[in-house]
């Protein structure tokens, strides 16, 4: 659990390196939290399922919802995304392909990667949180 909240305490920290495991658990997080805002919704129109007013409500609702939560999880996303890219000794600068076109398949290639086994310019090898 605590790996799944470790880039949160690493809010802004671009420097360092990260391993599989934190990149992977907070993606997991970040998933876990929009299901349960989605299926609280879900639950929420399903009650009042008789009222177009209330299920339009909900409909804002839940994505005001997401919106605030992709606000407040974009920057640590980046740079636990920029520490991942480090751990293979890639370049943080290389995140920039998510602006491209399919640019995220080679970042997700990268994230899939194992991390270099020694110290890399970047620092050293990760270890548990």
Same mark, same amino acid.
């Given at each position: 659990?605590q790996?799944?909240?470790l880039?949160l305490?690493?809010?802004a920290q671009?420097?360092?390196? %990260?391993?599989?495991r ?5 993606? $997991? ?5 929009? +299901?349960? /805002?989605m299926?609280? &919704?879900?639950?929420?129109?399903i009650?009042?399922r008789?009222?177009a007013?209330?299920? %339009? ?5 839940m994505?005001?919802? $997401? ?5 407040a +999880?974009? /920057?640590?996303?980046? &740079?636990?995304?920029v ?5 293979c000794?890639?370049s943080?600068?290389?995140f920039?392909?998510?602006l491209?076109?399919g640019?995220g398949i080679v970042?997700?290639i990268?994230?899939?990667l194992?991390?270099?086994p ?12």
């Amino acid at each position: 659990m605590q790996e799944m909240i470790l880039p949160l305490k690493r809010y802004a920290q671009f420097e360092g390196r %990260a391993n599989r495991r934190e990149y992977w658990m907070y993606q $997991l997080f970040l998933f876990l939290v929009a +299901t349960a /805002v989605m299926v609280l &919704a879900g639950v929420l129109a399903i009650l009042l399922r008789n009222s177009a007013d209330a299920l %339009a409500g909900i409909l804002v609702g839940m994505v005001v919802l $997401l919106g605030v939560m992709w606000l407040a +999880t974009i /920057v640590p996303l980046i &740079a636990v995304t920029v520490r991942r890219l480090h751990d293979c000794n890639q370049s943080g600068w290389l995140f920039l392909l998510a602006l491209v076109p399919g640019g995220g398949i080679v970042i997700m290639i990268f994230s899939l990667l194992p991390g270099t086994p020694q110290e890399n310019p970047y620092g050293p090898v990760p270890t548990g949180p």
